[in-house]
């Protein structure tokens, strides 16, 4: 089946600086990309949706200028946590629409913010 | 910071019970419905989908039913295993909205020994 592949799985940063997770269709060209948060013990919460060559789709609540998404590869689509700051620590999860199949995910990635 | 957010509704099952697990949903427009099964730490897996033209699916282990009139979605597992320990969601999706899934809050199933 179709493969996301998710970098890095594990992050720590100091706050004030910022972290690029990096999520990678590896056997299929992903048009459109979901990045998602997951607190502990919560359910996946969208935080915006991106398609390849076009600016990323964000959901209400979410800072598009702190959550900074580029997708200018069918192959890749990056989520920069800018300014990190101790709230930011989450797990963050990517997901790609793979046509004619379920959406695949990545593994996520734990940030903590020190 | 982080959300106060409700604890996730837990179900424990004796291993080779069957175990059922349960989800409402909110949008009477979805049509498109996905269990996902998540491990700690790690991204969800598929188990298994249905769309709103059927009531039951089967795979491996696993039945899906849906309800459109009440908007329930039901997960069976039979002979419930300890790798099925896991958190198991329910996600909704609408025709036309690229397959934008909206996940439910989530369910944590204890296989006991």
């Known amino acids: 089946g179709a493969v996301v592949s998710q970098h890095p799985s594990r992050v720590i940063c100091k706050s004030g600086t910022s972290v690029k997770i990096e999520c990678r269709s590896l056997d299929f060209q992903a048009t459109t990309m979901f990045w998602y948060r997951q607190f502990p013990k919560q359910s996946l919460m969208l935080m915006a949706t991106s398609n390849e060559g076009s600016k990323a789709t964000y959901e209400q609540g979410v800072e598009k200028d702190k959550f900074l998404i580029n997708h200018a590869s069918l192959t890749l689509s990056t989520l920069t946590v800018t300014s990190a700051h101790p709230e930011d620590s989450s797990f963050y999860i990517c997901?790609?629409?793979?046509?004619?199949?379920?959406?695949?995910f990545g593994s996520g990635t734990r940030l903590t913010v020190v | 910071g982080e959300s106060v957010g409700l604890h996730l509704p837990t179900l424990s099952v004796q291993e080779g019970d069957n175990s059922i697990i349960n989800c409402a949903y909110s949008n009477s427009a979805s049509d498109y419905f996905i269990w996902y099964k998540q491990e700690s730490g790690k991204g969800p897996q598929f188990i298994i989908d249905?769309?709103?033209?059927?009531d039951k699916r089967q795979g491996q282990r696993v039945t899906v039913l849906l309800n459109k009139t009440v908007k329930h979605l039901s997960l069976q597992i039979a002979a419930t295993q300890p790798g099925d320990s896991a958190v198991y969601f329910c996600a909704e999706s609408v025709s036309g909205s690229a397959r934008q899934l909206t996940f439910g809050s989530g369910t944590q199933l204890t296989v006991l020994p």
């Open positions: 997901s790609a629409r793979v046509s004619g199949s379920p959406n695949a």
């Open positions: 249905i769309r709103s033209n059927m």
